[in-house]
């Protein structure tokens, strides 16, 4: 398991996240006094929601010592509230925090998880942009009541088929705002679940480009996307399974194909649709021409949507997530 905290220095505050859990009571009581720390034997790393940052990452050999004096004064960090409809845009695996309107989905439901039993809950969270799914686990789940407004900090972006939604985790923090709620709108699809949303079916000569190949591994126990915040270590955020990734595991992968003209639409293909419609490809190409699934590389693929002509593609209108790729004739 791991938490992540702000860690502030002379030039302003940076993100960190712990992979002992051991360490989570001091950088507590730290926080909490207010005490000057000395941190050492970290490393840092890329953020994953701004290259130009970085993100300090504490394991077992970090030290953090008390300092008598410090060349700077404490200041509490700023809270910095995402609008829900930003986080299509926002990396998985990133913490956000956003103000919304709570609408409880369904019942509370027993999961196993390494041989023990969590309980989870899914919410709609809404503010006056858009909606998003929130999934809450054991303690979190008494923190919300239905129609209430709260702020969530620090929630994990997470996507399931193309869509992103939010996870608590250890260190989410979710507070009832006190405000008139009166006064703040909320969007109507707060109420609506996500599979009412049509299928859209479309006719095009081409396919405009290809966008992006995303390889990636999934979990051991559910089968989500794993994170990878440390080495080869990855955690799951759905379900909490630590377990190491190798490149041999990252054999999952997406594509973002680009549609032109008068639809101008980026949608995602997953995996088994990619399959399908490679299979349906090599019918149709020169042997040369054909591809090995087994042994593609990403050029092949984006050769292989480039050359198609004529394509009858169906999608989720919301989530934008291909269901079929066939030809038209």
Known sequence: MYFNFKFQTANGFCDA??????????????????KSVKLSNYSLKRSLENNNDMTIVVNKRTKIENISECPFNYKAPI???KKISEIDSIADFTLVSIIGKVHIRSEQTEVKVQERSLMKLDCNVADDT????????????????????????????????GEKYLSANFDTII?????????????SQLMENEESFSLN????????GVQ????YSICNSCRRRLSTLQSDLSVCDFCGLSQIKT????????VGIFIGGEHNVLLRVLQDQVESFIKLYNEQAESYNKINLENSTNSDIIAAFLAARELKITFNSKT??????LYSK
Not at 176 to 186: G, I, L, P, W
């Open 17 to 34: 996240v712990c992979f002992d859990k051991s360490l989570h009571n001091q950088v507590k009581q730290k926080d909490e006094t207010q």
């Open 79 to 81: 809270k910095q509230f």
């Open 130 to 161: 858009s909606a998003i799914r929130l999934t809450l686990w054991d303690r979190k789940i008494a923190s919300v009541q239905e129609g209430q407004v709260y702020e969530i900090v620090n929630a994990r972006v997470r996507s399931f088929q």
């Open 175 to 187: 507070t009832a705002v006190k405000s008139d709620v009166r006064n703040m709108t909320f969007v």
């Open 201 to 208: 079916t479309i006719i095009v000569n081409r396919i405009a």
């Open 212 to 215: 992006e190949i995303q390889r």
């Open 247 to 254: 490149e041999l595991d990252q054999t999952h992968f997406s």
């Open 320 to 325: 934008k997530l291909v269901s079929s790729i």
